[in-house]
């Protein structure tokens, strides 16, 4: 009865902490607008980007991941790795789906980097580092992301020091914020649909 109630603490606090809407709050301060409005009508870095610029959007996109890394430390240091890796996943949940603004967020990529990067600091940051430089060459934050989301599974199965669990979970993070994504750009494509 008790590791049921350290799970479901754990858990909701994972989903509570994902659901600060980062990209919300930095518009509706400097600009005084609902994010959700404005671009695309998403509630994440990209759109910030579009809409205020590239530094502001930046801020925003390292606010959130480092939002998902700490959510993954602190709950994998105070409860456990088991809890951590599904803090995680509930992390990029709540921050997909916040409860703040009745599920309209943005499309998890950010805090699911910020996840990986705080399960495998060794792996994840080099190739970070080398998706920033994608970033800082094409301009194009989607390749930049998919190198790091693809690149980093394969590392951890050719390394070969890591359990099956870590394979696992270096695989479903981008099908998670994949499906995020999509339907992210559904709703939001009906949304401006129904605005016009």
Same mark, same amino acid.
Do not use: K, S
């Given at each position: 009865m008790e590791l049921? !109630?350290?799970?479901?603490?754990g858990l909701v606090s /994972? *989903? @509570?902490l994902g659901s600060i809407p980062t990209a919300y709050l930095v518009v509706h301060y400097r600009k005084g607008s609902d994010i959700r409005k404005l671009g695309d009508g998403n509630s994440g870095a990209a759109n910030v980007a579009r809409v205020m610029g590239a530094k502001t959007g930046i801020f925003v996109g390292i606010v959130d991941i480092f939002k998902g890394s700490i959510i993954l430390a602190l709950a994998g240091w105070l409860l456990g790795s088991g809890i951590g890796m599904a803090g995680g996943i509930i992390a990029i949940m709540g921050h997909s789906w916040p409860i703040y603004l009745l599920g309209r967020g943005g499309r998890g990529a950010a805090v699911g980097i910020g996840v990986l990067l705080a399960l495998l600091p060794y792996l994840a940051f080099p190739i970070a580092l080398i998706g920033i430089i994608i970033l800082g060459v094409t301009r194009k $934050?989607? &390749? /930049?992301? /998919? #190198? +790091? #989301? !693809? $690149?980093? =599974?394969? @590392?951890? +199965? &050719?390394?070969?020091? *890591?359990s099956l669990v870590y394979l696992g979970y270096t695989l @479903? !993070? =981008?099908v998670l914020v994949g499906i995020c994504? +999509? !339907?992210s750009v559904k709703y939001t494509t009906k949304g401006l649909a129904g605005a016009i």
């Open positions: 049921i !109630i350290i799970w479901c603490v /994972a *989903y @509570l $934050t989607r &390749l /930049a992301i /998919a #190198f +790091f #989301f !693809i $690149t980093l =599974p394969v @590392l951890v +199965f &050719l390394v070969g020091n *890591y @479903l !993070i =981008p994504h +999509f !339907i």
